[in-house]
């Protein structure tokens, strides 16, 4: 589930109901289920070829990378934003490279794909 894209997710969870209903509900046509699953894909799979044809609509799409952490100190304005608190950002260095202490931190990065990256300063 790490490598799965928000749109990917919600995807999944479109369709799981879409079957549903067709079994289940009201509407027991699967020709309207399966039309439904079908455009869903497609629709996913062109915005993964325009996404590779323009770089901007994937930066659109997926967002971009947050700086946390600069040098030890704190982005604030950033983690607030992100809605990162300096706990996560602690366990993160903790789990990957078991630093201790925000001053071994050089750079915590919020990945797009919301994983917390570390980079440890040199000693």
Avoid at 54 to 63: I, S
Avoid at 86 to 94: F, N, P
């Amino acid at each position: 589930m790490a490598q799965v894209t928000p749109f990917d997710f919600v995807l999944l969870l479109v369709v799981a109901e879409t079957t549903q209903q067709a079994f289940l509900g009201d509407d027991f046509s699967l020709t309207n289920s399966f039309l439904l699953i079908i455009l869903l894909f497609s629709l996913d799979i062109l915005l993964s070829y325009l996404k590779d044809w323009f770089p901007r609509l994937a930066l659109f799409l997926d967002g971009a990378p947050t700086v946390l952490v600069s040098k030890g100190k704190p982005d604030r304005r950033a983690m607030h934003k992100a809605r990162v608190n300096l706990d996560d950002i602690l366990v993160a260095a903790r789990q990957q490279h078991g630093l201790e202490q925000l001053t071994q931190v050089k750079f915590a990065i919020l990945e797009a794909d919301g994983n917390i990256s570390i980079i440890p300063t040199e000693s």
